[in-house]
């Protein structure tokens, strides 16, 4: 478990967020419908549990190459064209998410003065895990892509 932990960091703070959020549900059901008294904080929680896991599981997921591909057509090119397009592929990736780190970088920032509906904290609680996120998978995409620029400038005939 311990092995699993410091080899997926993500995945198991993920996992452990997903688990928070599945107790505080279950348990305001049960005060909700048995004690007819629910947790007025737990849905906000909640919530923002299941944002953040979302975030720092697809980093996660990214970062291993678990994430949800369609790689039909590719696999039918000859092996150096698949390489070369693959290797676009990241560098598209690395535009998308970059960008989308810089919006989430003036999102956050243009709402941290923001109070959550029920707890009263700033929303960049909440919010700041698009930056997490995506600042991840920023990273992630640019050490893929330099393995992927080693592995092809290795294996090329010359």
């Known amino acids: 478990m311990k092995k699993f932990i410091l080899k997926n960091p993500e995945e198991a703070i993920a996992a452990l967020l997903i688990v928070i959020t599945t107790v505080l549900v279950l348990i305001n059901v049960f005060f909700r419908y048995f004690l007819n008294k629910g947790i007025y904080w737990s849905e906000e929680v909640a919530t923002t549990s299941f944002v953040w896991a979302i975030f720092i599981g697809g980093a996660g997921a990214y970062r291993n190459n678990t994430q949800l591909g369609i ?54 609680w909440v919010s700041s895990s698009l930056i997490v996120g995506f600042g991840l998978t920023t990273l992630y995409t640019i050490l893929h892509l330099i393995n992927m620029i080693r592995d092809f400038s290795k294996k090329r005939p010359d």
């Open 71 to 124: 790689d039909l057509l590719v696999n039918m090119l000859p092996e150096i064209l698949q390489k070369i397009v693959k290797i676009l592929v990241q560098i598209v990736l690395f535009i998308v998410n970059a960008y989308i780190l810089y919006l989430a970088c003036i999102y956050v920032d243009k709402t941290h003065k923001i109070a959550t509906s029920v707890l009263g904290v700033s929303s960049a």
